[in-house]
Nanobody
Framework: QVQVVESGGGLVQPGGSLRLSCVVSRSAFSFYEVGWYRQGPEKQREVVAS???????NYADSMKGRFTISRDNAKRTVYLQMNSLKPENQAVYYC????????????????WGQGTQVTVSS
């Protein structure tokens, strides 16, 4: 069983910073691609950033230059450093761990955590 747990959310003022953590309880964590997603009031879950097993990264255009995704395989953790936060960044942030090359559909689509709330307000 793969368990995904997000943490690090909270209340921050505009222009402030937060670091989100995603812990994946899987011994073969280094084989997983991990992505951060957001779900705001519009209820559409959208990708924020992702990182591959080889540490290649991708970001949504609106996040480039402000957010940074990284991974620590020894801790089985992926981080999302969020700087210069804006009110529109307020959302529940979810972590997804997946194995794109897997023959299993569930592993290809990935496992989700319960999310962590980010509130940006002055």
């Amino acid at each position: 069983q793969v368990q995904v747990v997000e943490s690090g959310g909270g209340l921050v003022q505009p222009g402030g910073s937060l670091r989100l953590s995603c812990v994946v309880s899987r011994s073969a964590f280094s084989f997983y691609e991990v992505g951060w997603y957001r779900q705001g009031p519009e209820k559409q879950r959208e990708v924020v950033a992702s990182i591959t097993r080889n540490s290649n990264t991708n970001y949504a255009d609106s996040m480039k230059g402000r957010f940074t995704i990284s991974r620590d395989n020894a801790k089985r953790t992926v981080y999302l450093q969020m700087n210069s936060l804006k009110p529109e960044n307020q959302a529940v942030y979810y972590c997804n761990a997946r194995v794109p090359e897997s023959s299993d559909a569930t592993m290809r689509s990935g496992y989700w955590g319960q999310g962590t709330q980010v509130t940006v307000s002055s």
